[in-house]
Structure formats: structure tokens, C-alpha cells
């Protein structure tokens, strides 16, 4: 039966079926910048502003959870710094991503002009993947090429044929807002800052109040700015001395010949067949062991994974999961004789771990207990954990434990991990009698085995899983939507100041 309707739906799902290989994370109209391998040259290799760029595939899921704050970063950032993001899953997409150096996502790196035009210094960003702290490390990058005037160097500064521009200000820092002007202006207006105390020179244009902006045209009386302390009215203040320079710059007269290094157009034949190599899959490029970039040809080594740490007895799990302060836990119950879906959920949270502890971000700790060990004795039991592998996050403190559904792959268990760090889906309350609580004697007897069994015995986790247990993990987890009343401030701080 040819039902129009019936075709159009069927149609639909099987579009809606469809990889989404070519769909990037960003909508059209999103304030991030969208490149591609062709106009990263242009729009942030080339550019006088400082840029954030965020390499990214539109299946990762910590690509999905960082899209928002992201967006919130491009906002907060608007007219400062530039916030870009590059689709590596794109096909024309892929060889650019690996010779940046790109080996898991998302990778975010902040590019900022060096000494020679078209030779950005790259650094990797890897600090925490909040709206706020991403907005501060780049405005904090953002170069520098207002002058600071003293009273005495003043005159000095006023020599010159160029137009300049001060502002008065009571604050010993350069902010981004000015620094930002200072490079829309670059080789047009001289922009300096001079400082409440310099009495001469707050003297000089009879400044009253701090912040005023001063513009000082070439051979005429100096205009006081009155206007709000906006960049855009700002900008069109100065902007009568002379245009601040458009950004991308226009074409050249000769056509742009566009140059061999630092280019992924895919059309030049590579010397080495290992450069051409596009990122095969989800799983390759995930695995954080992709194509060999450019220049690290050589050592690029697969890292090894790092496993999760096992507990054997009711006392190790307490001690890790179960005291009233204990934090987010991880926990995987599997039979100790090997099966499949017990590889396979011990596998993917290993595979989670190495990729936290690669790039030094905090998570949780996980834990692998077999359900014939002592550690097992109760706790499935008491949470009804039938199923053959069970995987359950536990929060002791809050008092609250939930169980992932799936099939144990990396993305899934992955989405799973992500959801608890944000906060989202619904938590199950913890039976009575689960959560230790800590009477006097409990306490110092538990400090005495403590004593006497780090003697006893050897530290069962890995180095690299004990270092993130140590760390104090709540500010990765649900509080980190609590957080963002405070971020929402900060961002008007970077953006209105001068
Ligand atoms: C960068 O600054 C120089 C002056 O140093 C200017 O000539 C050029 O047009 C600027 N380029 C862009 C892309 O803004």
C-alpha cells in the first residue's frame, strides 16, 4: 500500500535513523564559531585576538555535555576573545584534526597570536570544563598591548603621531574588556592605562572619576568619553579617529595562495601515508590512540589502560563507599569467573578511568568486586541486584545510589557516568543500615586496623586510581549545576568591566 502519509513517516524514521555523521553539535545560529579545516587558517591562526577551539565529534558524549556551558563561554566572551568549535568526525575534517595534535575529544586549545602573524602559540586547555573557568582562562590570555603610563612617562607617551587613547583607572589589572580594544585598534590608536595614584597625570586631563576614557586625536583637543562603558559604544567612540581592523582581514589583491603546512584540505599528497590516514571510527578516536599528527609521527604510543581498582572485603568497601561522608562511588558486582558482560563493564569503565586520568580530570572512583568475595556479602543483597553484572553509583553522604541500564558499552556506561556528574536522572534512597555511621569506638578501632593493616598489607588500587580517590571528587558531581548561579556572575564581571 503506497499511503503518502505512510511513506513520508517511514521516510522520516529512517532518516532520523541515519548516523549523524555530519550533523555538527552547533546549531547555525549558536554564538560559537563553527570552522572547518579551511577556515581555521583565516578566522584563528591568523586572527589578532585570542581564540578557544574546541575539537570535538558530534557522538562524544562529553562533547554533548560540554555544548551548553560552551555556548555560555561564546556569550560571555563576545567581542573579546573568540570561542570556535571544529567537527573532527566531519570527513574533510579529520586529517586537520589529527595533525593539531587532537587525540581524544572533546579537546579544547587556546590559540593566541605570537610574535609572527599566522604562527599562533597552541596550548592545551585542561582545566575544568565549567562555563566560568573556561571564560576566565582565556580572558586571561587574551594579549596584552595596552601601555601602562606613569605620570612620568606620560609625555612620552603623548609623542607620536598616532591617535591614543587612556583610560583612567583606580584598578592595578589590565582588563579584558580594554585589552580587547587595545587589539580591535592594534597600529590604529596607541592605547594606554594610567592609574589613580599617578596624581600628575590624573591632573593633566582633569580626570574626576575613575574609570574615564580619554581619546586623543592627532593634533586636537582631547575627547572625554561619556558614553556607557559597553564595548560596541566604545568601539564607535574611538572608531572617529580611525576604522579598528576588520577581522578576518579581507582577501589580498593576488589570490590567497593557500600554504601547504597547517592546511588539511586533503588535496596535497602526503610524504608519509600515515599522515592521509583519516580517524576511522567512534571507537579509534575515542580510544585516545588515533592517527599520528604530524610531528609526533613517531611516539605516538597507544596509552596503556589503566584498570579499576578491585575490593575484597565489607571493610575496604565501607571505608571507600559506605562511611557517611563517603562521596560518589562507582561500584561493578561481576562473577569472579570471566563471562562476557563482565569484561565488557569492567572493560568499559577501565577504558573511562585512563581516559579521566590522561587528560588529569577528577572523577569518581570505580570499583570491581566479584560477587563471591566478602565485599559482596551484603550490599547487592540489599540494593536486590539480581542481574548477573550489576553497575550502581552510591553516594553515602547524600544518601542516595542509582543503576545504570544498558549494555555496558564505553558510550553507554560513559552517558551513564556523565548523567550522575550533571546531576540528572532520578536517584533511588538508600536502605537502612547501608551507610556506616561513625560512633566513637567504630572510629578508633577502624583507625587501629587501619594502622596495622597498611602494614599488613600492600594498597590494592593503582597508582593512578588512588590518586583520584585521594582528591576530594564532590565539586565533579551534582554541585556542579549549584555552581552555575555563581558562574552566571562571573561572566558579567569578565564581559562589563573596564
Ligand atoms: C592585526 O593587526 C595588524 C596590526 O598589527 C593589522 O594590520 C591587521 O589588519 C590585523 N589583522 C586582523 C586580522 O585583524
Redesign the pocket.
Known sequence: MHNPTTVLVTLTAALAALPAAHAGLYAKNSPVIQLNAATYDKLIA????TSIVEFYAPWCGHCKNLQPAYEKVAKSLDGLAKVAAIDCDEESNKQFCSMQGVKGFPSLKIVR?GKK?GRPVVEDYNGERTAAAISQAVAAKINNHVTRVTSNELAGFLEGDKPKAILYSNKGTTSPLLRSIA?DF??VISVAQIRDKEAAAVKHFNIEKFPTLVLIPEGKDPIIYDGAMDKKEIVKFLSQVGEP?????PPKKKADQPKAKGKATGEKKSKNPKEEKPVEDKASAESESSTSSAETTADTAIPSIIPIASLSTQEELAKECLERKSHTCLLVFTPSEETEIGTKAVGALSHINTKYVHSKRRLFPFFHITRESEAASTLPRALQLSAEVSMVAINSRRGWWRQYEGDFSHQSVENWIDAIRMGEGSKNKLPAGIVIEPTETAASSSEATEATKAEAEPEVETEAVKEETVEDVKEETVEDVEEEAVEEEEEKIIHEEL
Do not use: E, R, T
Open positions: 591568523k586572527s589578532n585576538y597570536p602573524s587589539i592594534l597600529d581592523n576588520p577581522d578576518p582581514a
